[in-house]
């Protein structure tokens, strides 16, 4: 999480009795935070700002395990529809109904993550100085072309960089991988499907359509686990 290395020119308090590790309140320097690893103080400070931001939610450790069954589930129907558009010779309204409602799928499961990734964003987990748009585009921006590819992977980023860049401190110089191939194929998969509207729409665009969202729906849970796993090993105060 945000931490700035700060050398200690005061012999520091220690808990009794012994606490597991986590942020409390400097002893030696007033409106900080500083780690405490379980056995002595570290050299580690955190600006007590960001820990008067609200604390996630207790049901937001059972919404990220939603969110990994979701878009696994949504993911592999996806991937099962284009086996079943080459596959099989089912009238094409029955497949387009069908993919209608997988497609709804991925709406829903997407407008979750946003959901998931705002509540996170907005609590103290975060440094909101690495925050540099409105992060209410993470609900909104999936409607918009462009922006929902643009706006999200940075948003996605900066989060990122909120929970493990110190305050005040370079940005990492790359974000986690899998949310750059997220983005590449969430976008392909955009550019794909705005095809369909200028072209003819066959069993080849169906299938990749299918397959093109079903890879950017599993790199998007792909996502969710990064930010998820970054936020437990990297928390702000023990909660």
Request: glycine share 10%.
């Amino acid at each position: 999480m945000t931490t700035t290395p700060r050398t200690q020119t005061t012999t520091l308090a220690t808990p009794t009795p012994p606490l597991p590790p986590h942020w409390a309140p400097d002893p030696g320097l007033r409106g900080q935070l500083r780690w405490w690893d379980g056995t002595r103080w570290t050299e580690h400070t955190h600006d007590a700002l960001t820990a008067s931001r609200p604390a996630l939610p207790p049901s937001f450790r059972s919404m990220t395990h939603a969110l990994y069954a979701v878009t696994g589930l949504v993911g592999f129907a996806l991937f099962a529809m284009a086996a079943l558009v080459w596959l099989s010779g089912l009238p094409v309204e029955l497949l387009d109904g069908l993919g209608g409602l997988v497609m709804t799928g991925v709406t829903a499961q997407t407008l979750l993550v946003g959901g998931w990734a705002y509540l996170l964003s907005g609590s103290r987990r975060v440094d909101p100085s690495r925050l540099h748009r409105d992060r209410i585009w993470l609900l909104v921006a999936w409607f918009v072309p462009v922006i929902h590819v643009v706006f999200t992977h940075q948003l996605f980023r900066e989060t990122w960089w909120g929970i493990t860049a110190p305050r005040g401190g370079a940005a990492p110089s790359r974000s986690p991988r899998v949310l750059d191939v997220w983005a590449w194929t969430w976008a392909a998969a955009s550019v794909w499907m705005l095809a369909g509207f200028f072209g003819a729409v066959g069993h080849t665009w169906r299938v990749g359509l299918f397959l093109l969202t079903g890879a950017a729906t599993l790199l998007l849970g792909g996502v969710v686990w990064v930010l998820a796993r970054r936020e437990a090993v990297t928390r702000v105060v023990s909660e």
